[in-house]
């Protein structure tokens, strides 16, 4: 059974950082691609960021692009988001996703079938 564990998740004043990270365990898991969604109150799921196994490819929502970077470890099976100058507009739920396919429409919830609980992100103004 795959389990995605996510943690860093808390309270910051508009331009502040936060660091999340996403663990994932199964026996014999080994995602090839991982990624971020969000989800604020009242609002669908959303595409954050995603990368491939090799880090050859990344993508980014138009939202986060310059401000937030994804990176991963590998031996880890651990996916980062590094958020900078964060705005009351990134206050939602943050999930982590990973596949054991990179998929092409990596942008949509239809493309991950690992979901982690979720961990909260509060950006006050």
């Known amino acids: 059974q795959v389990q995605l564990g996510e943690s860093g998740g808390g309270l910051v004043q508009s331009g502040g950082s936060l660091r999340l990270s996403c663990a994932a365990s199964?026996?014999?898991?080994?995602?090839?691609?991982m990624g971020w969604f969000r989800q604020a109150p009242g609002n669908e799921r959303r595409f954050v960021a995603a990368?491939?196994?090799?880090?050859?490819?990344?993508y980014y929502a138009d939202s986060v692009k310059g401000r937030f970077t994804i990176s991963r470890d590998n031996l880890k099976n651990t996916v980062y988001l590094q958020m900078i100058s964060l705005r009351p507009e990134d206050t939602a739920v943050y999930y982590c996703?990973?596949?054991?396919?990179?998929?092409?429409?990596?942008?949509?919830?239809?493309?991950?079938?690992?979901w982690g609980q979720g961990t909260q992100v509060t950006v006050s103004s």
């Open positions: 199964g026996r014999t898991f080994s995602p090839t691609g």
């Open positions: 990368m491939s196994f090799s880090g050859s490819y990344k």
């Open positions: 996703v990973a596949d054991s396919v990179f998929k092409s429409y990596y942008y949509s919830t239809n493309a991950w079938n690992y």
